[in-house]
């Protein structure tokens, strides 16, 4: 290479094929940032770890972000963000205030723990701007979030099966993990082999057995993500057996809303035989009211024991969920202290409406229907979800269960400067340290 240089006004003169280096994150390192994005958030509410760590948690992801920008900083790839993203993420933005400004307003004061939220919620929304904007880490963050999900449910079903044929409970304990709230309750939070977190137990026809909510605090927080990520893999084109997995394990968490399984089961089946979506939530819906009687009745898991024992747990959310519609203040809500313990007021999403008034609840809807982007996603993974916040569980906002309505971002087209190679959405080839085999 020659550089000639000629005095007087001229300048020296480069060859025209040097050119400025850049430099570019490579793309296991891309790969292995989203995975560790993807752990941490699933370690977040309402994972039982999430409770008391959330703090910690959220250093991490910090962390993880602050390297990504640093490495990022001079390299080829754009962040990109998708407008029905940036829908979302503005209604997610614009709830955090209004919940800070609120419940501000409720007591006065800033309460700890509203401020401790509104800090948490904002390292929420900066992971799903960075996952959703650089499109080389959006498939390997919510592969990596699945993976998570599958294999919490391969240790539930382990867990389970081995109390059902016999092994002692207090056996397979390998740790404890205080859950704050749950503190009355004995033997809440035990971890048992492989990693199931266990609530409490049930009479079955095993005998005594275990009811848990895999990685999650609570049994009936399981089967929403159980059923996402069976619909989440269905449409990655996964193995038959990891889809499987999910849904036995929904139903195996002996909760209430795990029959929710069979419902995204039937869809994911009629999507198999080419069903469009929506003829296939008729199809389902018709079904179901068929099979309700069934469904009602169902030893352990059905309304009908739940409804004549009274037991707290639905005995709490009737009175809850009538007494939403008693809202004074309808736009934005009555506070805490209507319901008599606060802790449950919010319990589902209709009862927060009058805890935090429509806006909140309308507010929270948009965000979730913003997914149906992705209508095949929206109808099999994330309308249980949906269903069960609306009546069931105050999990509404939690950090965990809003990427499951982020996630139709991992199907958009990406172009081959994006993934490193030519790739369709439903491609079954994985941007992932690891891999799940595929049909």
């Keep these: 290479m020659r550089l000639t240089a000629q005095f007087g006004s001229k300048k020296i003169r480069k060859p025209s ?5 850049t430099f570019t994150i490579p793309r296991t390192i891309v790969d292995w940032l989203a995975t560790f994005l ?7 509410r309402p994972t039982a770890i999430g409770g008391t760590y959330s703090f910690v948690v959220c250093a991490f992801i910090v962390f993880c972000i602050s390297i990504f920008y640093f490495c990022n900083g ?28 609120r419940v501000n307003l409720m007591s006065g004061t800033l309460p700890e723990d509203s401020f401790k939220g509104f800090l948490i919620m904002w390292v929420v929304i900066s992971t799903l701007f ?36 016999g092994v002692p409970l207090y056996a397979l304990k390998i740790a404890h993990l205080d859950l704050t709230g749950y503190d009355y309750l004995q033997n809440y939070g035990d971890v048992s082999f492989p990693f199931t977190f266990i609530a409490n137990d049930a009479n079955s026809w095993f005998g005594f057995v275990p009811r848990s909510g895999g990685l999650f605090r609570e049994p009936g927080v399981f089967p929403p993500f159980a059923c996402w990520a069976a619909a989440y893999a269905y449409l ?27 419902f995204t089961g039937a869809i994911l089946l009629a999507y198999k035989f080419r069903i469009r979506p929506i003829r296939a939530l008729i199809l389902i819906a018709l079904l179901g009211a068929a099979l ?23 005995a709490d959310r009737q009175v809850l969920f009538w007494g939403a519609f ?6 934005f809500g009555d506070g805490f202290g209507w319901g008599g313990v606060s802790s449950t007021e919010g319990i589902s999403l209709v009862s927060q409406m009058r805890v935090y008034g429509v806006i909140y609840v309308v507010t929270v809807v948009a965000i979730y229907i913003c997914a149906m982007k992705n209508i095949k996603l929206w109808i099999a993974g994330c309308l249980p979800g949906f269903i069960t916040v609306l ?13 499951i309505f982020f996630s139709w971002a991992a199907f958009q087209e990406t172009s081959p400067r994006d993934t490193g190679s030519k790739m369709h959405p439903g491609s079954s080839r994985r941007l992932m340290p690891f891999c799940l085999p595929t049909n």
């Excluded at 993807?38 to 977040?44: H, P, R, S």
């Excluded at 008693?326 to 736009?331: E, L, Y």
């Design 292 to 314: 309700w009687p069934a469904l009602y009745s169902m030893e352990f898991i059905g309304l009908e024991d739940k409804i004549a024992s009274q037991s707290g747990s639905f």
């Design 236 to 262: 990655r084109k996964w193995s038959l057996p990891w889809i499987a997995v999910c849904l036995l394990a929904s139903v195996l968490s002996l909760s209430t809303v795990g029959p929710l399984a069979f």
């Design 74 to 101: 001079s390299a080829r790839e754009k962040l990109s963000l998708h407008k029905n993203v940036a829908r979302q993420l503005f209604l997610l933005i614009a709830l955090n205030f209004y919940l800070l400004i």
């Design 326 to 331: 008693d809202v004074k203040n309808i736009m």
């Design 17 to 21: 094929h040097v050119s400025t280096p």
């Design 130 to 165: 960075l996952v959703s904007s650089c499109r080389s880490m959006t498939r390997p963050f919510f592969d990596s979030f699945a993976i998570i999900i599958i294999l919490s449910s391969l240790s539930l079903i382990v867990t389970f099966s081995l109390v059902a044929s």
């Design 391 to 403: 009546f069931s569980q105050p999990i509404s906002t939690d950090a965990a269960f809003l990427v």
């Design 38 to 44: 993807a752990i941490a958030v699933a370690n977040l």
